[in-house]
DNA sequence: CTTGTATTCAAGCGATCGATTGACTACGAG
DNA sequence: CTCGTAGTCAATCGATCGCTTGAATACAAG
């Protein structure tokens, strides 16, 4: 995989299971036997995804005797929601550009059998 | 992967090129090749990401005689926005409930060496 | 029909993923 | 010190990923 951390963050929650671990640790911190208990998988393999998530930045661990409480770090959603909404806005953008361009122009049919290719004369 | 369509969602964009793919349509429609100029890799590497954009229902292909301008469908963006911010909010909402706890007993130091163990006991 | 252009299909390959098993470390309690 | 508990490390395995090359398809134009 990609090592930039938005392709981290992405990734670690491309899995449902790690999607449902970062869900319960919204509603508090738990320890890794605690979230491993509802799945059908081994420790060792909730361990990895923990791993997953905290390389993503998702989630940190305390140390506490013996045990290692899970933290999520709701933040780094941010990374995410950012570069969304970037491209999202933008796209919605050009929707609205191009409504006010059919609007301004209310003839039918294409005016040429050239429409516009060149699509990266747009600075933007 | 798994099958269900946030993963689809989240595992396409965890990739660079990908997202730099779905960038690019953000400012509009663009063919495959178009798209492949850019990047080292070939036409056939860039034609299977769309394919997987495709399957994540984040781009839409027209077919216009031998070309296929690819578009980018932008609502896809909700699923992801909608499942972040549902999951960012609960856990802000708590960090808020845990300040107004501590700000309620303005003692310093931990009244017991068991804190809050227990977290499923919150059906939020 | 033949050629050129745009794109996909198909097979193969090394790298990584998600999971397992088995051994190991760290710590508290008896 | 020994035992049980909490968790990680390490090696392995099959599945999937990203990419490549080579062949095939779809279509427009000469």
């Known amino acids: 995989m ?10 670690a929650l491309a899995d449902p299971t790690r999607r449902d671990i970062v869900a319960r ?4 911190d738990a320890t890794v036997n605690e979230l491993a208990e509802p799945y059908q998988v081994t420790l060792q393999a909730v361990s990895q995804h923990l791993k997953v998530l905290e390389g993503a930045g998702l ?9 290692r409480p ?3 770090e709701a933040e780094v959603f ?25 609007r301004t122009l ?3 049919d294409e005016p040429s059998p050239s429409p516009t290719r ?7």
């Open 118 to 124: 060149r699509t990266k004369g747009e600075p933007a």
């Open 70 to 72: 899970v933290h999520l």
């Open 2 to 11: 990609a090592a930039d951390s938005l392709s981290r963050v992405f990734a």
């Open 78 to 102: 941010d990374l995410m929601t950012k570069w969304i909404e970037r491209y999202r806005r933008q796209a919605e953008e050009r929707y609205r550009r191009l409504d006010d361009l059919l």
């Open 59 to 67: 989630v940190t661990r305390r140390r506490d005797a013996q045990r």
């Open 106 to 108: 209310p003839d039918d």
């Open 25 to 28: 640790l919204s509603g508090g």
